[in-house]
């Protein structure tokens, strides 16, 4: 064989052998990892053998169980973790909390009583001063003049004039004052075969929305099955936050998917689904309202109107920052006239609020006030106790 046609054949096969292992290394490239798929899997397909990551596990119909840490592969991207179930403080510690931060709260009502009580005498002129510190408060003029005029007279009959006495009647004058007769228990538990249905209502920036997660926390200590009803569909992201609130306690919401959605539908639909589901209370938030916008207070009527095609509104709750002092009086009024308030929650009740207003709202409608919260966090919320508010504004 010619010297030349064997060189031809072993540059032939040398190019033939690097061509291969080109290709055969292409493919290997590309090969699909063990344990994954290209397409959704299907019901019926088996487990994967290999390590699926969670980038894999997000973009298939069903999810394998999980493979143990010991034979997993490394993971491309972290796992989201699951949405960590919160358990609310009991009520008890709440009250206790709460009363520390009324004591330390310094507030106008608080101040005008301790001026009265750091009086060795207590002459016409205190009793002036103290007078026009209690309106200050936002007590109203009838509930201060009641309270002044009653303490005159029990200092003049009993003869107290020390600071210890005078104490222990204004707490029972106050006390008195604020009734406590009147029934501040929230209805949570079902009305036969339906739940309790319970609306939340309010003019914009009170605090609803964050109000009703509070209420979900303080009624799942209590051990209640709860359920809420998105019906703000007017506010941007209102549905996401009240979802997110029951989220932390396992509290469903509905919801809907559609901006601007009619919001008595929204609330029609949850009280349907707390009935289906056997629920104890359905609370439904509704959009935050202008008191003088007549438009939005009839919508507020038409979804009371709606909820009670298969429920009864069991109580109507209007969320008052404690802050607007006299302008929350008149928010209170207009409210009840539309949709028959049952009780208030007075929210920001701390150092700035004027604390007559509990007074003066429940004089003005003959509502209780039922709830109250003094700060941020998501247990600042707890049932209002007379005895309690009253001893925390006497507290040195």
Do not use: C
């Not at 002036?128 to 936002?138: N, S």
């Not at 009170?206 to 926390?217: C, E, F, L, N, S």
């Not at 629920?279 to 109107?305: F, W």
């Amino acid at each position: 064989m010619p010297i030349e046609l064997s060189l031809i054949i072993v540059i032939a096969a040398v190019v033939l052998i690097g061509a291969g292992i080109g290709v055969a290394f292409l493919l290997r490239g590309r090969k699909t990892k063990p344990g994954t798929y290209t397409s959704p899997r299907d019901e019926n397909d088996p487990a994967p053998t290999g390590g699926a990551t969670a980038t894999d596990a997000a973009e298939s119909d069903v999810v394998a169980p999980p493979v143990p840490v010991a034979e997993a592969e490394a993971p491309e991207a972290a796992a989201e973790p699951a949405t960590r179930i919160e358990v609310p403080e009991p009520a008890l510690g709440r009250l206790a909390r709460l009363r520390a931060r009324l004591v330390k709260s310094n507030n106008a009502l608080g101040k005008g009583l301790l001026v009265l009580l750091s009086q060795d005498k207590i002459d016409d002129d205190v009793w002036d001063d103290i007078e026009e510190t209690l309106l200050l408060a936002d007590l109203g003029t009838d509930a201060t003049t009641e309270l002044v005029d009653s303490l005159r007279e029990r200092v003049k009959i009993e003869g107290h004039r020390d600071a210890e006495g005078v104490r222990s009647m204004l707490r029972e004058e106050l006390t008195k004052l604020i009734d406590p007769s009147m029934d501040r228990s929230v209805a949570s538990d079902r009305r036969g075969d339906r739940p309790a249905v319970v609306m939340v209502v309010g003019v914009n920036g009170v605090g609803k929305t964050t109000t009703i997660g509070k209420m979900a926390r303080v009624l799942v200590a209590e051990d209640k099955d709860v359920l809420l009803g998105a019906a703000d569909t007017f506010r941007a992201a209102a549905a996401e936050q009240l979802q997110t609130w029951g989220a932390r306690v396992g509290v469903p919401t509905v919801r809907s998917d559609v901006d601007g959605a009619d919001p008595a539908s929204v609330a029609y639909e949850a009280v349907k689904a707390g009935i289906d589901q056997e629920v104890d209370v359905v609370m439904v938030d509704t959009a935050g309202r202008l008191q003088n916008k007549v438009g939005l207070m009839d919508e507020l009527g038409k979804i009371k109107r709606v909820i009670e095609k298969q429920a009864e509104v069991d109580e109507v709750l209007l969320v008052l920052d404690a802050t607007t002092g006299q302008n929350g009086l008149n928010q209170a009024k207009v409210f009840s006239e539309v949709v028959n308030v049952t009780g208030i929650v007075l929210t920001k009740l701390d150092g700035t609020a004027k604390g007559g207003i509990v007074v003066a709202i429940q004089r003005r409608l003959g509502v209780p006030v039922k709830l109250v919260g003094l700060g941020e966090g998501a247990d600042d919320l707890a049932p209002f106790v007379v005895e309690d508010f009253v001893d925390a504004l006497l507290e040195n």
